[in-house]
């Protein structure tokens, strides 16, 4: 039988050619991974080479046969990319490499030889979407955080784990991280395309030109400048021209300049910009492949009929960041207009869509997609089915929080999906996921998790993707404490869109059901997850402690930050309504269980840290879990001197004094007063014991 073998040579010639700088380092990566599983010992098997033959297959596509003397596996593809997609799967399905190997920590155990099957023979299929790939957006944890000593090591695995995935196209980080990795996202092959936020790639006009206001109508020539010297940086690149104009920042336009206060006024200036930049782009590159984002307040202007677009560029709808093609939630203005891709729209059709989404409201960014996974599979079939598979844009963010999404929709954009067939796809994929990265032992027990997850996520709406993440616990505490401290008499006005209340005090009391229903619910599953670890607990056996490992490091550990993050919310708003009663003292304790609730949460993502994970989330600048938990001790200070200053002795004697001491006032106190956390440690100690 053939066999490969860690002698196993790979060509780095096709046809007599050196491959070129992407095929070459998809080799190296298949080269580092047949170390990992041959272990070098002698064996008597003569090895397999892998050669590399150009033939005329379709873009993208490749075929793998073994050789008719059986000495030669045989990979042919028409250019790099069907190249690309051959090695890993080489990888893949014959080394037994998985796409998120680097993200999910899959263990390899070495043997001498890996035998390949006679007549072995593989042809590849078209995938069901044209241009697919990940956004790299809100990137603050891999953007801080380094592997091996290297910062560009995390946007190399990333851009692997992407291949792997069969995507050929990305936005290599936001505004700065965009252009830095720009080039080396080319390099491996990928197409280069651009946030909605930032047209053509270009640097932004304020970052480019600080000293002048950013306006169009007051400085045309700095923008049309900034466009044309982005597109002839990147002209000679792989590039889908992203087309547009939102803003200085990821938000209207308008809101810098007010004299655009009509939709049609809007609308006629996003429309001859587009048309300008799409001139200017053809006029570099004649046969550019252009897009433009149909996003938030942009969807409104096009539904509205106050865009007009050239029909040659691929519109992109975008979901609202919860899964739903429909617009985003911006404030308290959310109304949900369709954005699902129109079925008799006769253009290039695609889609930006969120497995990751930063709000301020109740998005998750640290924890996954709180919506059914099934859902994601009705509404990616819909788009399927409505013609929108020129362009598939995923939200990423940091990718590891975020692998068991990213890697069902890699399922859906290489072999597409039918309303008849979603829900069996998914149900299908969770298992073969469970299997894949935690075994046959534990596959049942995890999948099951996967799917109870959801069913935890408070649902703050009527519609099934109103389902909030870590961020809804976070924001909605530090909106309402923050309330209470500048002005208790009146509500939370930036959370009228979750609670339908009056006065900061109804919304209080909202809030602390939902949350302390959340907390509830997920305590359950944490309970259930860390029953199937003890599925995964072996002394000896390397896959099982790594998929126990992998269960603690993803599903488990955002479990238990729901949990915490949710109980710390509940604490919290029942310390504001005993304040609302003047029960300062109580008031005082309970935001003390929230900070507590708060810290436990920050401390259980730091201590999922380990090996190549070291200060992964110490950068959490968005959720912030730890400034939830530093607003809680705020509100504490803020309480406790209501309640007991400015003296500050009377709590202190009431809960360190013994009852024949407490009350004889000699002297108000014996010793330095005590800070908030030591006082909140007496009085816990009273009232737990």
Not at 321 to 328: A, D, L, N, T
Request: aromatic share 12%.
């Amino acid at each position: 039988m053939s066999c490969i073998t860690q002698e196993t040579r790979i060509s780095d010639h096709i046809d007599g050619i050196k491959a070129s700088g992407a095929v070459l380092a998809a080799r190296a990566d298949v080269i580092r991974d047949l170390q990992k599983v041959c272990s070098g010992e002698q064996t008597d098997e003569k090895p397999l080479h892998i050669c590399l033959k150009k033939t005329p297959h379709e873009s993208e596509q490749f075929s793998i046969q073994l050789s008719s003397d059986e000495s030669e596996l045989l990979l042919s593809a028409s250019d790099d990319l069907g190249f690309i997609y051959g090695l890993y799967h080489i990888s893949r399905e014959l080394l037994g490499v998985s796409n998120f190997w680097f993200w999910n920590d899959q263990p390899f155990t070495a043997r001498p030889t890996i035998p390949v099957s006679q007549g072995y023979r593989y042809e590849s299929t078209r995938a069901a979407v044209r241009y697919r790939g990940w956004f790299i957006n809100d990137e603050i944890l891999i953007d801080k955080w380094q592997v091996e000593g290297r910062s560009d090591l995390p946007w190399i695995m990333a851009f692997e784990a992407l291949l792997r995935s069969g995507g050929n196209m990305v936005i290599p980080g936001t505004d700065r991280n965009s252009r830095l990795y720009r080039s080396l996202a080319a390099s491996r092959g990928l197409y280069i395309t651009h946030h909605h936020a930032e047209p053509l790639g270009a640097e932004m006009f304020i970052r480019a030109r600080p000293d002048l206001e950013p306006s169009y109508a007051l400085h045309p020539e700095v923008f049309h400048q900034l466009w044309r010297e982005s597109i002839a940086e990147q002209k000679d690149t792989n590039v889908i021209w992203n087309l547009g104009f939102r803003g200085q920042g990821d938000y209207p336009f308008w809101h810098n300049d007010p004299s655009y206060d009509t939709d049609e006024k809007r609308g006629a200036l996003v429309s001859s910009l587009i048309k300008m930049q799409y001139d200017f782009v053809k006029e570099a590159v004649p046969d550019a492949v252009c897009c433009t984002n149909l996003y938030g307040e942009v969807m409104e202007l096009y539904q509205k009929g106050c865009l007009s677009l050239p029909d040659e560029i691929i519109k992109i709808w975008a979901d609202n960041g919860f899964g739903k093609m429909v617009s985003r939630r911006q404030g308290n203005h959310n109304p949900r207009v369709p954005s699902m891709p129109e079925k008799d729209y006769k253009s290039r059709k695609g889609i930006y869509y969120h497995v990751s989404f930063f709000d301020l409201q109740a998005a998750n960014h640290l924890t996954m997609l709180s919506c059914p996974a099934e859902m994601v599979c009705r509404e990616l079939a819909a788009v399927l089915e409505n013609g929108g598979s020129d362009y598939w844009i995923i939200n990423c963010s940091n990718i590891k929080p975020h692998v068991y999404f990213l890697d069902l929709i890699a399922e859906l954009w290489n072999n597409g999906c039918t309303a008849a067939t979603a829900e069996a796809i998914c149900t299908q994929h969770r298992t073969r996921y469970a299997e894949r990265y935690y075994g046959e032992v534990a596959k049942k027990a995890v999948a099951e998790l996967i799917s109870a997850y959801a069913d935890c996520a408070p649902q703050y709406g009527p519609n099934e993707d109103d389902r909030a993440g870590e961020q809804f616990s976070n924001y909605g505490t530090r909106n309402l404490l923050s309330q209470y401290m500048k002005n208790a008499a009146e509500p939370a006005k930036n959370m009228f869109w979750a609670f339908d209340a009056h006065s900061l005090k109804e919304q209080a009391e909202a809030f602390s059901n939902v949350a302390q229903e959340a907390a509830e619910r997920y305590h359950t599953l944490r309970i259930r997850a860390e029953g199937c670890t003890f599925l995964l607990k072996a002394d000896s056996d390397k896959k099982l402690l790594a998929a126990k490992t992998l269960l603690e490091d993803s599903l488990l550990l955002q479990v238990r930050l729901h949990e915490y993050c949710y109980t710390g919310a509940a604490f919290a708003m029942q310390a504001l309504l005993h304040a609302f009663s003047a029960d300062y003292k109580q008031a005082f304790y309970l935001a003390g269980k929230a900070k507590d609730a708060f810290t436990h949460a920050n401390e259980a993502m730091r201590e999922r840290e380990h090996g190549k994970w070291r200060g992964f989330y110490a950068n959490d600048c968005f959720s912030d879990l730890k400034t939830s938990a530093r607003l809680a001790g705020a509100f504490m200070a803020y309480v406790r001197n209501q309640g007991d200053g400015p003296d500050f002795y009377r709590w202190q004697r009431e809960f360190t004094y013994s009852d024949a001491d407490r009350n004889v006032v000699t002297l108000l106190l014996w010793e330095n007063r005590l800070d908030d956390d030591e006082l909140y440690q007496a009085m816990k100690a009273r009232f737990e014991a």
